[in-house]
């Protein structure tokens, strides 16, 4: 008898899902020996190499670790599948090395230690799981350097940016409390070390005096003590003035006379008002110089090389003076 189409097309439908079942069997089959078989692997015992980080602690009183100490060591294990998967995945906390303890039947040359890794299996031992052996540590030789600590006493360097509202300033040079600190370190660090500094503190629009604490900036591998200042800031208002100062003459020869005009300059400044009256002409200095005239040309500029501190916005009127030279025989 001869089948239509629908009925073999019903037949190869049933074929199809017979043969689905036999290959979801043998996937689940194949996953079910291959977790057994991982499973056995893993509970085996197998030899490898694990990294393993380390902190030095408990240096000699007044010493500290110096030079470039291993922050992990190989070691070569021997355990369970299960546990050394675990140190090939995860991360654990350092193995901590007593320096003080491992020195002590170690001889020393120039503040050098050279220790065998292999006297330290006990150590490492300990503070590792006790279901894995170390047999061996690399490297096998550990070097340890101690330096000397020093102290000695800084001042304190401001660093500091302030704005301030307008008409104010500062009264008084920013100063801190204590103005010098003490720092301990290494003797080689802070034989470079002439100040500690303060770190950068921003006051905006600042309209009246403060004091606050603030940071210092620790140098590597040093104490500071204290960690911390009291910075003073004083404001005041701020007035102009206005003064006549003499101009003076750089490098002119003996026998050359010049004459300027005008020989007095209108100085403009702004100044605080606590120091409005001490603030002279005299502590101004105005000059122009010989060997800046060109010729063809009747003017000088003028230079300010002095000016007391805490004075701002300082102008001249003129800004350049003309000359005469007289030269006489």
Same mark, same amino acid.
């Given at each position: 008898m001869i089948k239509n189409f629908s009925e073999i097309s019903g037949d190869f439908e049933i074929e199809k899902l017979r043969n689905n079942k036999r290959v979801a069997v043998f996937l689940?089959?194949?996953?079910?020996?291959?977790?057994?078989?991982?499973?056995?692997?893993?509970?085996?015992?197998?030899?490898?190499?694990?990294?393993?980080?380390?902190?030095?602690?408990?240096?000699?009183?007044?010493?500290?670790?110096?030079?470039?100490?291993?922050? !992990?060591?190989?070691?070569?294990?021997?355990?369970?599948?299960?546990?050394?998967?675990?140190?090939?995945?995860?991360?654990?906390?350092?193995?901590?090395?007593?320096?003080s303890e491992i020195i002590q039947k170690t001889e020393q040359s120039s503040g050098t230690y050279k220790i065998l890794t292999r006297n330290l299996i006990t150590e490492f031992s300990g503070q590792i799981n006790s279901d894995i052996i170390i047999s061996e540590i690399k490297p096998e030789l550990l070097e340890?350097?101690?330096?000397?600590?020093?102290?000695?006493?800084?001042?304190?360097?401001?660093?500091?940016?302030? !704005?301030?509202?307008?008409?104010?300033?500062?009264?008084?040079?920013?100063?801190?409390?204590?103005?010098?600190?003490?720092?301990?370190?290494?003797?080689?660090?802070? !034989?470079?070390?002439?100040?500690?500094?303060t770190k950068v503190n921003i006051t905006n629009k600042l309209n009246a005096s403060i004091q606050h604490e603030i940071d210092l900036i620790h140098p590597e591998k040093t104490t500071i003590v204290p960690e911390k200042v009291s910075i003073n800031i004083e404001v005041e208002k701020?007035?102009?003035?206005?003064?006549?100062?003499?101009?003076?003459?750089?490098?002119?020869?003996?026998?050359?006379?010049?004459?300027?005009?005008?020989? !007095?300059?209108?100085?403009?400044?702004?100044?605080?008002?606590?120091?409005?009256?001490?603030?002279?002409?005299?502590?101004?200095?105005?000059?122009?110089d010989y060997n800046s005239i060109i010729n063809d040309v009747n003017s000088l500029g003028l230079t300010i090389f002095k000016q007391p501190k805490l004075v701002l916005n300082i102008r001249l009127n003129p800004e350049k003076v003309e000359f005469l030279i007289e030269t006489s025989n």
């Open positions: 689940i089959c194949l996953l079910i020996s291959t977790v057994l078989w991982f499973l056995n692997a893993l509970s085996k015992d197998y030899t490898t190499s694990v990294s393993y980080p380390a902190k030095f602690i408990n240096p000699p009183k007044n010493q500290f670790l110096g030079g470039d100490a291993p922050a !992990e060591f190989n070691l070569t294990v021997k355990g369970k599948g299960f546990t050394l998967l675990q140190y090939k995945l995860l991360t654990f906390s350092p193995v901590e090395i007593d320096i340890i350097v101690l330096d000397s600590l020093s102290t000695k006493i800084v001042p304190v360097e401001i660093d500091l940016s302030v !704005e301030f509202v307008s008409q104010m300033h500062l009264k008084n040079k920013v100063t801190t409390n204590p103005d010098k600190v003490e720092i301990t370190g290494p003797s080689i660090i802070l !034989e470079n070390i002439t100040a500690v500094k701020y007035t102009e003035k206005e003064l006549k100062v003499p101009v003076e003459i750089f490098n002119k020869p003996d026998n050359v006379q010049l004459k300027l005009f005008p020989s !007095e300059i209108k100085l403009f400044c702004s100044v605080g008002l606590s120091r409005f009256d001490s603030v002279k002409a005299s502590d101004f200095g105005i000059a122009v």
